[in-house]
């Protein structure tokens, strides 16, 4: 059984720092190792090599995403009681894409709205999920800084923006006011799912001036 040279062993652990292959770099030696003993051609041993980097690379990725979700922990279909909630089932929540989710406190929209998040960012999206009221109050500090329109622009890394209890947002002007630009900036362009207590019919109530509503 052949075995790899020192020298170049040495030299391909240089070249594969250099090239940033660190999930390569991690099991090279093993596959190497498997390779040798089981006859593989170039070609299988090249593969196996690089279908592990980019199998580690998808995992760092979903990590990152995930944690910059910012999902509520333990908030997935799987985990939701169906039964508890008979007006849902799984079947309608699976063919929402993006929307709003309206009913009285307790009924779960929160916990559906991060499971959907969570399904999205499984399957490669940028999700963000946020109390609307923490949201209101940076991009309030935002445009106090003259810095509005850059705030808005930077969550258009999210495909999907998750807003919740928008009904908890105070009535004042100020408020409602860069809560109606995030919205308007998204529109036809990003996606945004909603929480709220009240259904769209009474969104007066959020934002009670006539031209946001």
């Known amino acids: 059984m052949r075995t790899t040279d020192p020298g170049d062993a040495a030299r391909i652990e240089l070249l594969l720092a250099e090239l940033r292959l660190p999930a390569v770099k991690q099991v090279w030696v093993s596959l190497a190792a498997q390779a040798d003993k089981e006859g593989w051609p170039a070609g299988r041993f090249l593969a ?5 980097e980019i199998a580690e690379r998808g995992r760092r990725r979903l990590e990152r995403h995930l944690a910059e979700a910012r999902l509520p922990p333990g908030k997935t279909l799987e985990t939701f009681d169906f039964e508890a909630v008979p007006v849902v089932s799984k079947a309608q929540v699976m063919a929402l894409a993006a929307g709003e989710l309206f009913g009285p406190p307790g009924g779960g929209k929160s ?7 969570f399904a999205l960012v499984e399957n ?14 940076r991009l309030q500090i935002a445009r ?7 705030a808005i622009a930077k969550l258009d890394k999210f495909h999907l923006l998750i807003l919740d209890d928008i009904a908890y947002v105070t009535k004042d002007q100020a408020e409602t006011s860069v809560l109606f630009e995030l919205i308007s900036a998204r529109y036809e362009r990003r996606s945004l799912l909603i929480t709220a207590n009240q259904p769209f019919g009474e969104w007066g109530k959020i934002f009670p001036e006539p031209t946001t509503s």
């Not at 916990?111 to 998040?117: D, K, N, S, T």
């Open 124 to 137: 490669g999206w940028r999700v963000l999920f946020t109390r609307t009221t923490d949201l209101v109050q």
């Open 111 to 117: 916990h559906l709205a991060a499971a959907l998040g």
């Open 144 to 150: 106090r800084e003259l810095a509005l329109e850059a």
């Open 48 to 52: 196996a090599l690089a279908e592990h």
